[in-house]
């Protein structure tokens, strides 16, 4: 099941359904896809059958990194699903085609981007790591992906 593909890409963006952050949003209204909220000059997009996840920033000085995660996911089921949106803010460093990441729960992320993909080592609860590959993205294909999940999940609701 791809629910375990979620809770990694919970972990990358500092999010957990035990935690919140006045910094955090969250919807489950069926609404217009939502854009990134910065400038980003970096953009990499997850997607699963029930889960879409963008990581974006831009270079505030040199190494140092400043944006926003954002993650919708889908919950319930139909009739009754919905698709959940929330984006916290996402912060770090780089040092070449080596990025870490600085999240809001003060966990660091470690990662690495080639060939138009970041792929990010998640610490899993067994002591090994599991990498997730997000593939290089601009807002608008965030926003088609976003799209996409949603309309799938209004499909299988009235299906």
Request: glycine fraction near 8%; include cysteine; proline fraction near 5%.
């Amino acid at each position: 099941m791809l629910r375990c593909a979620r809770v990694v890409l919970v972990l990358v963006v500092g999010l957990s359904a035990a935690c919140s952050s006045d910094d955090s949003k969250s919807t489950t209204a069926p609404s217009a896809s939502r854009t990134p909220v910065i400038a980003a000059t970096s953009g990499y997009l997850f997607t699963a059958p029930d889960t879409v996840a963008y990581l974006q920033w831009q270079t505030t000085v040199p190494g140092a990194i400043s944006g926003t995660g954002l993650e919708s996911y889908v919950v319930g089921t139909a009739p009754n699903a919905s698709v959940v949106t929330k984006d916290y803010p996402l912060g770090g460093r780089t040092n070449g085609d080596a990025i870490v990441f600085e999240v809001e729960d003060q966990h660091l992320r470690a990662g690495r981007i080639a060939a138009g993909t970041l792929t990010v080592e998640f610490a899993q609860a067994d002591g090994g790591t599991r990498p997730v590959t997000f593939r290089s993205a601009s807002p608008a294909e965030y926003a088609d992906a976003l799209s996409r999940l949603r309309a799938s999940v209004e499909a299988s609701n009235h299906g």
